[in-house]
């Protein structure tokens, strides 16, 4: 790829001669020899090569490459990148994997996190997420949110952060916090960190990893407190059969009615996984507007079961894609999991139940929704300079020119070769601007090394 360069934001981007450009928009357009011009960060024109403008300030050939918008993550945990496929935990289910997990969690300090959090930026980007939403739920000893909120900041990536809240439960004494503690650090995180504007880089949420991990009082001032304001809120449920028994034995009710009844089935809140929701669970979250972050491969690991994500769609609930944490998946590959979630409903429902382009807008247009943010997720006028490409002369494609999109879902192709941000170039030819790959990878040996080791 020629001509590429890292520009100030404020200046003009022209990509033109892709092969093709993906838009992802309403339409699900697919322009050959696409092209597309952005100021400031925002696109302000998308069309064939030949009707948009020949200069700008920063120019992409993009020949021979296929340019897509860039992917949004909206459900994961950065801190798990220190400790993948821990022995003791690789054969069991989520109860037994989190309980394997919470000792060596619950010595994570901050020098730790920041290093898994600009390892684990790095590993998405490279994947092509230009928008990371990390759900927080691990704060022992002097470990914050603005460890990964700053890291995000010195990578270019868009970031939403999601603050754990964990006063109950079984996980050690370091990993759970008091009711105060949790609103006025909540408080200090959206005042000093997030910007409701759109093509913000940087917001804030409430995100406890499970409702039944705090107090009733507390759930439902926690989602009050944010709705005014004005933050989203997120956790799991719906991720195992056994979380049924759980909350039936605790509160006499199903998962999905405990969280409707504390206020956390709504428009301005997300789930994650929902495998376990019967149908009458799934047309409430379409009523109410509530979103799911699919997480298959995560899902496929802890043995956790095959979300029916055609029958969400069809119900009309908003779905978006998740890698989940690296320590329940391996991995924090965004087009891996549109791979995997592609197969996955194929496998459930027939070859063409699902296609390249559905998986696709779960990774883009879908999770852009879930997190409010109708400015990410498609190429369009008006929307975020954040473009991911692909060489389409790769390996992994060989054979493949006459349906370059499904190639690129179906092909396990692995890492972008031009991520863009906000309009400016932040990952090119396996490089990040400012981030020593090399450096980082030692150091983060060093720290899972330490991370995983029995002592304390």
Same mark, same amino acid.
């Given at each position: 790829?020629? #001509?590429? #360069?890292? +520009?100030? %934001?404020?200046?003009t981007l022209l990509i033109r001669h892709a092969a093709p450009l993906v838009t992802m928009d309403e339409g699900r357009r697919v322009i050959r020899d696409g092209a597309l011009f952005a100021r400031g960060g925002v696109i302000e024109l998308v069309g064939s090569t030949r009707e948009l403008p020949a200069v700008a300030d920063v120019v992409v050939d993009a020949s021979n490459h296929a340019v897509l918008p860039g992917m949004v993550n909206v459900h994961g945990h950065l801190f798990q990148s220190l400790v993948r496929v821990l022995p003791q935990a690789t054969g069991t289910e989520l109860g037994g994997w989190l309980q394997a997990h919470y000792p060596l969690w619950a010595r994570l300090d901050a020098a730790a996190m920041r290093t898994a959090a600009r390892f684990g930026l790095a590993e998405l980007l490279r994947s092509g997420c230009t928008t990371v939403f990390d759900h927080h739920t691990a704060l022992p000893g002097d470990v914050t949110l603005d460890i990964s909120i700053e890291?995000?900041?010195?990578? #270019?990536?868009? /970031?939403?952060? &999601?603050?754990?809240?964990?006063? *109950?439960?079984? %996980?050690p004494a370091a990993l759970r916090e008091t009711r105060d503690h949790i609103l006025?650090? /909540?408080e200090r995180l959206i005042d000093r960190h997030h910007d409701p504007r759109p093509h913000a880089m940087s917001q804030v949420c409430i995100a406890p990893p499970q409702l039944g991990t705090i107090e009733r009082e507390l759930a439902i001032e926690l989602i009050e407190f944010a709705r005014a +304001? &004005?933050?989203?809120?997120?956790?799991? *449920?719906?991720?195992?059969?056994?979380e049924i028994g759980t909350y039936m034995a605790r509160f006499g009710m199903r998962p999905y009615q405990y969280a409707e009844d504390v206020g956390w089935i709504a428009q301005d809140t997300w789930l994650a996984h929902g495998v376990h929701l019967d149908a009458g669970e799934i047309a409430g979250l379409a009523r109410a507007g509530c979103g799911i972050a699919h997480c298959p491969s995560s899902n496929l690991w802890l043995g956790s079961g095959t979300a029916p994500v055609v029958e969400w769609l069809r119900a009309g609930v908003l779905v978006g894609l998740g890698v989940d944490g690296p320590a329940s998946n391996g991995a924090a590959d965004m087009l891996g999991e549109v791979r995997m979630a592609m197969l996955l409903q194929r496998g459930r429902?027939?070859?063409?139940? /699902?296609?390249a382009l559905d998986a696709l807008e779960l990774a883009t247009r879908g999770g852009a929704r879930l997190l409010g943010r109708r400015e990410l997720g498609a190429l369009a006028p008006g929307g975020a300079a954040d473009v991911i490409a692909f060489d389409l002369a790769r390996l992994e494609l060989a054979g493949a020119p006459a349906d370059p999109v499904t190639a690129l879902v179906a092909c396990a192709v692995r890492g972008v070769? *031009? %991520?863009?941000?906000?309009?400016?170039?932040?990952?090119?030819? &396996? %490089?990040?601007? #400012? /981030?020593?790959?090399?450096?980082?990878?030692? *150091?983060?040996?060093?720290?899972?090394?330490r991370a995983a080791s029995p002592s304390t």
């Open positions: 790829m020629t #001509g590429v #360069g890292a +520009k100030p %934001a404020a200046e890291a995000a900041a010195a990578l #270019g990536i868009r /970031f939403v952060a &999601g603050r754990g809240a964990r006063t *109950l439960g079984s %996980a006025a650090d /909540f +304001k &004005g933050v989203r809120g997120h956790t799991h *449920l719906g991720e195992t059969a056994d429902r027939g070859p063409s139940a /699902f296609s070769d *031009l %991520a863009i941000v906000a309009g400016r170039v932040r990952w090119r030819d &396996g %490089a990040i601007n #400012g /981030f020593d790959l090399e450096r980082e990878a030692a *150091l983060h040996r060093a720290l899972s090394a």
